[in-house]
């Protein structure tokens, strides 16, 4: 059984930094690219970054790029996700995505 396990989310003010975790089983990790994606309150899901399954290659939405990165533990079969310089639009839900597969989510709320 595929699972996708997210943590590492919560509150923090504007600014300020945070590093999700995407601890993941039941797949090959390494073959597979793996994927952030965020919803929003209101909004629909806005993929946020991609990278390869040799972790080669990285690839970010305009909005995070810079600021965001990401990255992955062939070892532990995790993915992370290192946020800096976070902004009140980086307020969402996080999932960890490989191919159809989707984590739970972690809460990001960012507010002074």
């Known amino acids: 059984e595929v699972q996708l396990v997210e943590s590492g989310g919560g509150l923090v003010q504007p600014g300020n930094s945070l590093r999700l975790s995407c601890a993941t089983s039941?797949?090959?990790?390494?073959?597979?690219?793996m994927s952030w994606v965020r919803q929003a309150p209101g909004k629909g899901p806005e993929w946020v970054s991609r990278?390869?399954?040799?972790?080669?290659?990285?690839y970010y939405a305009d909005s995070v790029k810079g600021r965001f990165t990401i990255s992955r533990d062939h070892a532990k079969n995790t993915l992370y996700l290192k946020m800096n310089s976070l902004k009140p639009e980086d307020t969402a839900i996080y999932y960890c995505?490989?191919?159809?597969?989707w984590g739970q989510g972690t809460q990001v709320t960012v507010s002074s």
């Open positions: 995505v490989a191919e159809t597969a």
């Open positions: 039941g797949f090959s990790f390494g073959n597979y690219d």
């Open positions: 990278i390869t399954s040799g972790g080669n290659s990285t």
